[in-house]
């Protein structure tokens, strides 16, 4: 949640340019933190947009991928790492599902997230999907769509 401060350094901004916000959380959280001011929004990870000065969101995507086989596989394993590991959980949006484990044990959690890369690259490998990338970050690894991207956005 942004500061009020955070709030009216972005209002000031807006005055002069054209201001995106690009951010993983859901849509509905950014329009309740963001929603007053006229500025462009890129929610869950580039599945939507919606642009300054605007009411209506776009969906960038298709999210069917997730409803394949090999997606509900990936997406249980990613669900049983976190079952196993304390201080961790998935968290999920529209366009990917991560394994976070920003408050678990760093050694555990290092070793398992190497194991767990492992893991999602052969399910992936093996069933021949091109639907779903593997992706990690600061302490976080999971899988996104591939034709999702907030850069692209």
């Not at 194991?115 to 593997?134: C, M, N, P, Y």
Request: net charge negative; charged share 20%; with cysteine.
């Amino acid at each position: 949640r942004p500061t009020q401060a955070s709030l009216d350094s972005l209002a000031a901004i807006c005055k002069h340019s054209v201001v995106y916000i690009i951010s993983d959380r859901p849509w509905q959280s950014l329009v309740e933190w963001f929603g007053s001011l006229p500025i462009g929004i890129v929610a869950e990870s580039g599945l939507y947009i919606r642009h300054p000065n605007s009411e209506a969101w776009d969906q960038l995507g298709s999210t069917e991928a997730f409803e394949t086989p090999i997606a509900r596989q990936a997406i249980r394993v990613l669900e049983e790492y976190a079952d196993d590991t304390v201080g961790s959980y998935v968290y999920e949006n529209g366009s990917k599902h991560t394994w976070c484990f920003g408050t678990a044990e760093f050694d555990l959690a290092a070793y398992l997230g190497k194991e767990l890369v492992g893991t999602l690259e052969k399910l992936l490998i093996q069933e021949g999907s091109h639907d779903l990338q593997i992706v990690s970050g600061a302490r976080e690894i999971g899988i996104r769509l591939t034709d999702i991207d907030k850069g692209a956005a």
